[in-house]
């Protein structure tokens, strides 16, 4: 008999149980290894604390893993050889690491703490009439923990394919088999839906929380990744009160101090607290550890350098090209870009500027409390523009990326100038490249490059060859170990398999 299977049932219950008692010191906990819904969900305290655990293992996902993984198997990054780096930049990794182990117990944690909120709707509804929340607050928990349910099963599908459909808490416990990717994608549509209905919208619900124009976004970005383009374009008509930041305040899409700022849509929040050097490190959800590594790894030790490809891809003079990479003595940065770099504690260039704590002339450290950012509207902007390519409105497309054109302070498509660069739009492959080559420059660094490839089938085109210094040379080119066959996706971890009855190594993907 194999023993029982998910085992982020333990770390939920204590998870629940710690937030409980850190929101609501009146929580009554009658058994601390078992967290009983018939005591819980009394107060407005205790349904906000089971909402935020919902929130709570994106901490641990964004706190290395969920940028390492799609950032390293991109062409945005070259690795300094750093073992949570490198097997994923040279696509060498197996179903044992232990961090594809950790992401996966971290999504499952999250889709239980959602399931939690979820399935104790009725109980919400019943003691809303007597107790100091509405049903209002219950629509809006539900709402939020939808949109995460949708977002931990987003990243699961994303990583593995298809994954097991954890859905009711009352069968929690029970091994699961593999569920289709198609499944997968059906759930997180079908939980965006609902979201959409449920939840408030900015300047309504508390910043930081989920809203409706982030899960209107979202749903987008799911029908787009889907080729369902005429569900998109609905999608993204709903995301209103969003704008694009002025080139000015173009650094506050990834600093600490420009946090939820009118462009972002959704972060993953950090404040920079720690306790123990083994809760630092730990990366399970207990004890403190409000930090992210991202600014250690990408700025300070330079373990996911800048690729030579990304930094060839900005066109000269683009503003932003200073504002995402450090490259050498000649950038300056800091809050009014007064600081020579390289910084104290940092190697030489090229580094990543990019969610780095420079922007606020803050020390480069392990304890970085800049938010991750999952969606700015940016992105929103550039999915619409690709929709409208899609559903043959080419105008539309051309017009969409004006507008991050514009706010750069570039040239725009559909000039002279364009089309000297290399860029003209006359046909929908040429707004097809461009679309391909704005989304590279605007978003590097920021775990979007990798599902773009696979999504418009270049993958094996462009990560083929490492991007160092010599991707543009074909004599000189190094070849990388991607098989777009086996690599789209990451191997089931091997302590599934051997967890759960309802997977077997047979169930394994393709090629591990």
């Keep these: 008999m194999k023993r029982i299977s998910n085992h982020f049932i333990k770390g939920l219950t204590f998870l629940l149980i710690l937030c409980a008692a850190a929101c609501d010191e009146d929580v009554p906990v009658e058994n601390r290894n078992a967290l009983n819904p018939e005591i819980f969900f009394e107060s407005l305290s205790q349904v906000e604390a089971a909402v935020n655990a919902s929130y709570n293992q994106f901490q641990i996902v964004y706190q290395r893993n969920g940028y390492i993984f799609p950032d390293a198997m991109s062409d945005e990054v070259v690795s300094s050889g750093d073992p949570n780096f490198a097997p994923y930049n040279r696509f060498e990794f197996n179903a044992t690491l232990g961090n594809i182990a950790q992401y996966w117990t971290a999504c499952f944690n999250g889709v239980g703490a959602c399931n939690f909120v979820i399935g104790n709707e009725a109980r919400m509804r019943n003691n809303a009439a007597s107790s100091d929340f509405t049903n209002a607050d219950v629509d809006n928990a539900l709402g939020q923990a939808y949109f995460l349910r949708a977002l931990y099963y987003y990243h699961l599908v994303k990583r593995f394919g298809g994954v097991p459909l954890k859905l009711d808490i009352s069968r929690a416990l029970e091994d699961t088999p593999r569920s289709t990717a198609d499944e997968v994608y059906e759930q997180i549509i079908a939980d965006l839906l609902l979201s959409v209905q449920l939840t408030q919208p900015k300047g309504i619900t508390e910043t930081g929380r989920v809203t409706k124009q982030a899960a209107y ?8 990744h889907r080729e369902r383009y005429a ?38 929040g950090y404040n920079g607290e720690v306790g123990t050097e083994q809760e630092r490190w730990a990366q399970t959800g207990i004890g403190t550890s409000e930090v992210t590594f991202r600014s250690q790894d990408y700025t300070g030790w330079a373990n996911a350098r800048p690729s030579a490809k990304v930094i060839a891809e900005f066109e000269d003079n683009d503003p932003r090209l200073e504002l995402a990479i450090l490259e050498d003595s000649d950038n300056t940065y800091g809050p009014e870009g007064v600081y020579q770099f390289p910084c104290p504690g940092c190697v030489g260039g090229p580094v990543w500027y990019k969610f780095s704590q420079l922007y606020d002339n803050q020390d480069v450290s392990q304890n970085s409390g800049v938010n991750v950012r999952i969606m700015r509207y940016a992105d929103v902007v550039l999915m619409k523009a690709e929709v ?15 507008e991050i054109r514009d706010r750069a302070e570039m040239p725009r498509y559909g000039t002279a100038i364009m089309d000297a660069r290399g860029f003209p739009v006359n046909t929908p492959e040429q707004i097809f490249r461009a679309i391909v080559h704005e989304r590279f420059v605007e978003l590097c660094g920021e775990q979007q490059r990798f599902d773009d490839l696979v999504r418009w089938d270049l993958d094996d085109q462009e990560l083929s060859i490492f991007p160092d210094e010599n991707f543009d040379n074909p004599a000189l080119q190094t070849v990388r170990a991607y098989d777009p066959s086996v690599h789209r996706v990451m191997p089931i971890p091997q302590n599934e398999i051997d967890a759960n009855t309802q997977i077997g190594a047979g169930d394994q993907n393709p090629g591990y």
């Design 388 to 402: 409208e390519l899609n559903l043959g409105n080419d105008q539309d497309a051309i017009d969409l990326l004006n």
């Design 217 to 224: 976004a979202f749903l987008g970005k799911v029908y787009l």
């Design 231 to 268: 569900d998109a374009q609905d999608a993204f008509s709903n995301v209103d009160n969003h704008s694009l930041l002025p080139l000015e305040e173009y650094q506050d899409n990834f600093n600490e101090s420009g946090e939820h700022n009118d462009e972002s849509m959704f972060e993953i």
